[in-house]
């Protein structure tokens, strides 16, 4: 093994100027698990959706703020991004789906069900997003 | 005989040694079928709803994730700060793999069983006499969940990510496995927390 020591090469310094995709996407995360403890500690009633909708309404917001802000990020490990956000989405519309199917086995319906699901979507987006961006922050961009 | 270079930001003129260049694999492939067998059995117990089996997969995975997360925190976390930038990169190539496998199957079996158990003896009933100490224990659950899917599993990928490079940055290694161990003493405290509030549940 050969140790060396060289300075940043291009384009780590960056890493430091990236917008704040990883915390508004942990934030989005973080409202949608307060919206799925709301109506899980309701049961067996129906809470009130009115919190859970606005948790959710919030949460989405932040995602999408997440994602226009990273978009506009130049330059960036795109190919790294949609391949590690790729398998992990994969991995999470899975653990989404069996969620999913607890849910309906369990008798959710309606407007419950839309709510609950709608904060599995947000989840199962929110974790491939923050891993994709957190490996690919760290890999150097492909030459264009 | 393959050579490792690591970048260290500051510190000696380079230092050769003969030790082999192991790229890590980033999913180690060989403890699959492990996680699937344990995944199969997870979904027979919450199938047919047995209450050992349940109660099984809850306390031995939840028992197992708590030691984990304690023992990297506070046992390995400081010895890793103190190895030097070689050796923490060769203890990373074989650590973080494994751990990127074991920790999401051992949350899975916990929370997933948990679930399932509280719903079979009724404890997530709003009607539960304890029901507050059901949603405080979800609670704490909730932030174990922001900070290890957060926090801990960016930092387990990027270091293995890092760590496949030509060049490996030996000083972000440094920096994201310290944010690791930090994260898993942080949900292994947590896991006391949650301990606290399930052994109360089940005496009183």
């Known amino acids: 093994m050969t140790a060396t020591h060289s300075p940043e090469p291009a384009g780590r310094s960056d890493v430091d100027r990236l917008p704040p995709v990883a915390e508004l996407t942990i934030g989005s995360m973080a409202l949608v698990i307060v919206g799925g403890i709301y109506l899980a500690a309701h049961l067996p009633r129906r809470a009130d959706l009115g919190p859970a909708i606005g948790l959710l309404s919030a949460s989405g917001a932040l995602l999408a703020t997440a994602v226009a802000l990273l978009a506009r990020v130049r330059p960036f490990a795109r190919q790294v991004f949609f391949r590690v956000a790729g398998w992990a989405l994969l991995a999470y519309v899975v653990i989404a789906g069996m969620l999913e199917y607890v849910f309906v086995l369990d008798g959710t319906r309606g407007e419950l069900l839309a709510v609950l699901t709608l904060m599995l979507v947000v989840f199962a987006l929110d974790i491939p997003f923050l891993f994709g961006f957190s490996v690919a922050r760290y890999q150097e961009p492909r030459p264009t | ?204």
């Open chain 2, 1 to 204: 005989m393959a050579q490792m270079t690591v970048r260290t930001a500051a510190g000696p003129p380079p230092i050769a040694t003969d030790t082999a260049r192991r790229l890590p694999q980033v999913v180690p492939l060989r403890g699959i079928p492990v996680v699937v067998a344990v995944i199969g059995g997870l979904v027979a117990a919450i199938a047919t709803n047995r209450l050992w089996a349940l109660d099984f997969f809850h306390v031995a995975g939840g028992g197992l994730w708590t030691g984990v997360d304690l023992f990297v925190g506070f046992v390995v976390g400081p010895i890793i700060g103190r190895l030097s930038v070689p050796a923490r990169v060769e203890f990373s190539s074989r650590f973080m793999p494994a751990m990127l496998l074991l920790m999401p199957t051992l949350v899975i079996c916990t929370l997933a069983a948990g679930w399932q158990l509280a719903r079979h003896e009724g404890f997530i009933l709003s009607s539960y006499p304890h029901h507050g100490w059901v949603v405080a224990s979800m609670a704490v659950v909730g932030v174990m969940a922001v900070v290890a899917l957060g926090f801990l599993e960016p930092a387990n990928l990027a270091v293995l990510f890092e760590l496949r490079k030509p060049e490996p940055d030996g000083a972000l290694i440094g920096r994201l496995m310290r944010r690791f161990a930090y994260t898993a003493g942080i949900t292994g405290a947590l896991q006391v927390a949650t301990l606290v509030i399930m052994t109360r549940l089940a005496t009183t």
